[in-house]
């Protein structure tokens, strides 16, 4: 089941996408809605307003981190709520980095709080999976040491097109990234150093997870370099594709 997060009038719900009939079935019954509503009638959102994001830094094989001992523990920052957008709005590439590069991944929304979940359990605490950009600035990582301000951007976690309910084995599906077309990452999630739900239960052995938050489990090496009017597609098999384009950030206004 593909899940969109919407707003009609004042009221902002999740509906069950229904392609065929261009419309949305509301899944909560206590809003009072109809049941089916059309897409007209209501603004589409980001799909997920989650109060952290947590990311696995070098979670595949072929990235520098992802070389790590056996058995080492992952390693997680975070994303501030404020940089996730949905699909179809615009990356801004920030004045202060010179280069901004596309990551694509997969993305684990939870469902239900949790803490200290074991692996088997994970499926139980989950709503769905979605595509994620980790929005990148490599020149801000290097000088910083840290993740916090390169990754940290508004606009730097993108994530739709919509939550996919219906994913048997997310760790066996095939993930691109496309830049105006042209391929830039390829690698199946097998290739993940830890897997999605052993993810989820070590960070959850960390902190509290709760329903909404998001998991990205991370991004194959060598990223797609976005330019202001880029289009970039991350498509992951089973679960959608999400498509954002880049720009260039306004001038700030000058001081009155």
């Known amino acids: 089941m593909k899940v969109l997060r919407v707003r009609r009038g004042d009221r902002t719900f999740y509906g069950q996408l229904l392609l065929e009939r261009r419309a949305v079935r509301c899944l909560d019954p206590a809003l009072g809605l109809p049941e089916v509503v059309a897409l007209s009638e209501v603004t589409v959102l980001p799909p997920v307003a989650p109060s952290k994001v947590v ?17 080492a523990a992952p390693v997680l920052f975070l994303k501030p709520p404020s940089s996730v957008i949905g699909s179809g709005e615009a990356i801004v590439l920030p004045r202060a980095a010179a280069r901004v590069e596309a990551f694509g991944g997969l993305a684990v929304v939870l469902g239900r709080a949790c803490r200290n ?7 139980r605490c989950l709503f769905g999976f979605a595509c994620a950009n980790d929005i990148t600035a490599p020149d801000l990582f290097a000088a910083d040491g840290l993740p916090g301000r390169a990754k940290g951007f508004d606009t730097f976690a993108p994530i739709g097109p919509w939550i996919e309910t219906a994913v048997a084995d997310p760790s ?20 993940m150093a830890v897997s999605p739900y052993d993810l989820v239960s070590f960070v959850s052995g960390v902190m509290t997870l709760l329903p909404g938050d998001v998991i990205l489990t991370g ?17 992951i098999d089973e679960v959608g594709v999400l498509i954002n384009a880049a720009r260039g950030e306004a001038e700030r206004a000058p001081l009155q």
């Open 219 to 235: 991004s194959p090496a060598d990223g797609g370099r976005l330019a202001p009017g880029d289009e970039v597609r991350v498509e």
């Open 172 to 191: 066996a599906l095939s993930l691109r990234t496309r830049v105006n077309g042209a391929v830039v990452q390829e690698a199946s999630l097998a290739d």
């Open 117 to 123: 979940v074991a692996p088997a359990e994970v499926p």
């Open 55 to 71: 990311c696995a830094l070098g979670n595949f094989r072929d990235t520098p981190a992802g070389g790590r001992r056996v058995g």
